[in-house]
């Protein structure tokens, strides 16, 4: 079933460097969703890292470097979509407070920042769509990535679009709003501590008897994932993005 409420929207991708170099199913299973949603998915080649990395590590010249390119790549896009929460909580929040002292940069920041949408916040919110008419007979957790719940409270998003899938059930999760121990540039920084908080976190899943562990962010995928594949090899964890689209899969058999 392909959806139609969208009237053929072009849709700018906006894909982090972790989906680029590490998870492309990621950007792939999002430009199956923009498909199903009717809109017309486009994708910069030019485009490069938002800045996130080298602004939490303190280097905001080379995050001024990256911002100003970004702004230039999208901002004469009517909607720009990422999978990733905490890169858009950088391009919405962070590129105005990084422009204070150059007012043109600023304007030019804070008019891109109300465009750029995470996934589930742009068919949820902005397209006002919460079943996408897939199915999957599975337990499902659902974890709370940082800085898509607390930069850009979203959470309730991701959950309506679980729920709606057929045969699917969202259980609940202990902890489910706290790090995974990720934290970017933390996780190199800070190891032990890392490893402590994504153990705690794999732990609960585990507790919950949920068959599958979905998020919203990249990065947390990034560390848990790779922690299941140390520990727990029989465990899944998928980005949102690749659950919708493999539910869409399988409603497509049936």
């Known amino acids: 079933m392909k959806l139609n409420h969208s009237q053929k929207k072009k849709v700018s991708l906006f894909i982090p460097c972790t989906v680029d170099l590490v998870l492309p199913a990621i950007g792939e299973s999002t430009a199956a969703l923009v ?11 030019e485009q490069t890292c938002c800045g996130l990395m080298a602004f939490n590590s303190g280097f905001r010249q080379q995050a001024r470097r990256l911002a100003r390119h970004f ?3 999208f901002e ?3 909607v720009i979509v990422s999978p990733s929460g905490s890169c858009v909580a950088m391009v919405k929040q962070r590129y105005p407070e990084l422009f204070e002292d150059q007012p043109d940069w600023q304007r030019r920041a804070l008019a891109l920042a109300p465009r750029v949408f995470e996934l589930s916040q742009f068919i949820v919110d902005h397209l006002g769509i919460r079943d996408l008419g897939g199915a999957c007979n599975a337990k499902v957790a659902f974890h709370e990535s940082c800085s898509t719940l607390n930069a850009l409270g979203i959470g309730p998003q991701p959950k309506a679009l679980i729920s709606a899938v057929r045969g699917a059930s969202l259980v609940y999760f202990k902890g489910a709003d706290v790090c995974c121990g990720f934290g970017g540039t933390f996780s190199n920084a800070f190891p032990d501590i890392s490893t402590a908080l994504v153990t705690q976190k794999v732990n609960a899943y585990i507790e919950s008897q949920a068959d599958l562990l979905v998020m919203c962010d990249p990065g947390c995928l990034l560390n848990i994932q790779g922690f299941l594949h140390r520990r727990h090899p029989e465990r899944r964890a998928l980005h949102l993005a690749e659950f919708l689209a493999e539910s869409i899969r399988e409603e497509s058999k049936t």
């Open 35 to 45: 498909r199903h949603l009717g809109c017309t998915p486009v994708y910069h080649r």
């Open 71 to 73: 702004i230039e790549v």
């Open 76 to 78: 004469n896009d009517e």
